[in-house]
């Protein structure tokens, strides 16, 4: 049994394996117990499912904070607000794929947990050169706070808008190169259908290009939230922990986010103005000799920031009859 204490990016193997085990445990409860075979998943279901993962989220934030330390607790849990705040707009982005390739409500739910898969890994693979990088070159810190100060700048002055889905680089590319066939074929992201010779090919359905695109996306909206809690903690546990529990969560709450997302028209901004102080406060502990701004203030500050966001934006769209913006 000694390989479970054996060291692995900073914490000793049976951190991670409990970690993963956790995961594990969930998805096969999601996909294997609660949802195996195709149905819509209703709001009710959704929030119910959400409040789960993300009582689960806190539990494990806990476990954080009673095994590593308070220190460790608060920038566990200043990441996974962090992340899920960040992942909204991402809803946005599911809703329109999934509206633009047609895809039922009572299919997403599995496009959503297979992509969960995808993510998972290529979270570990960003989240892993993130802290090699941090590890051997200091510096490399800044350019991650300086990146985050100039993308909340430019995020809070794109306003809401977002790209139209239909226009995507990727599909065209993918139309072009590999068969896709025009229409669902039940739950298979596969098939094998006559080619344009005439012999069986393998075509690639809707749902397989609804995969490929939300995958994409998450690796884009990543970009933005990897280095923002590498800003928080340089922990790789807490780190990737964080991030994984708060994307399971957002999946699962898609489908009541999905149907209001219009009430919360000025989140972006907030989101915004949450980046440029999450890469200003780097250089800020700089300034006065800290060693890390402290992780109490973060927390504070990015719940303050997050509860304007959503307050301002549901008391301008109060009344709304619900029409998409």
């Not at 090699?132 to 991650?144: D, K, P, R, T």
């Not at 005439?198 to 994409?216: D, K």
């Amino acid at each position: 049994m000694e390989f479970l204490l054996v060291d692995w990016l900073g914490k000793p193997a049976w951190m991670w394996l409990a970690f993963m085990g956790v995961v594990t445990g969930l998805l096969v409860l999601d996909l294997g117990v609660l949802h195996r075979g195709a149905k819509e998943i209703g709001v009710r279901e959704s929030l119910l499912l959400s409040g789960m993962y993300i009582a689960i989220g806190l539990a494990f934030g806990g476990w954080v904070w009673w095994e590593m330390g308070a220190r460790s607790g608060v920038e566990y849990l200043t990441g996974f607000a962090i992340e899920k705040s960040l992942a909204m707009d991402n809803v946005f982005v599911i809703a329109m794929i999934f509206g633009y390739l047609a895809i039922p409500r009572s299919l997403q739910h599995r496009v959503l947990f297979w992509g969960i898969l995808g993510v998972i890994v290529l979270r570990a693979v960003m989240i892993g050169t993130g802290a090699a990088l941090v590890s051997q070159f200091g510096w490399v810190l800044y350019l991650f706070a300086a990146f985050l100060i100039l993308t909340g700048i430019k995020m809070f002055m794109a306003g809401e808008g977002h790209a139209d889905v239909g226009d995507s680089r990727l599909i065209r590319f993918i139309r072009r190169r590999f068969r896709v066939t025009d229409e669902l074929e039940g739950q298979r992201f596969l098939v094998r259908r006559p080619g344009p010779d005439g012999r069986m090919a393998l075509w690639a359905t809707p749902m397989f290009l609804g995969l490929v695109m939300i995958e994409v996306a998450d690796v884009i909206f990543a970009v933005d939230s990897v280095p923002a809690i590498f800003a928080i903690t340089t922990d790789p546990y807490i780190v990737y922990t964080s991030n994984i529990f708060a994307i399971l969560g957002l999946r699962a709450l898609y489908f009541a986010l999905a149907a209001v997302i219009h009430r919360f028209a000025y989140l972006k901004q907030a989101l915004a103005v949450l980046l440029i102080f999450i890469g200003g406060k780097v250089f800020v502990a700089d300034l006065f000799g800290w060693t890390k701004f402290p992780a109490e203030w973060s927390l504070a500050i990015t719940a303050g920031i997050l509860t304007a966001g959503v307050a301002w934006s549901l008391w301008r769209t109060r009344g709304d009859s619900g029409r998409a913006r």
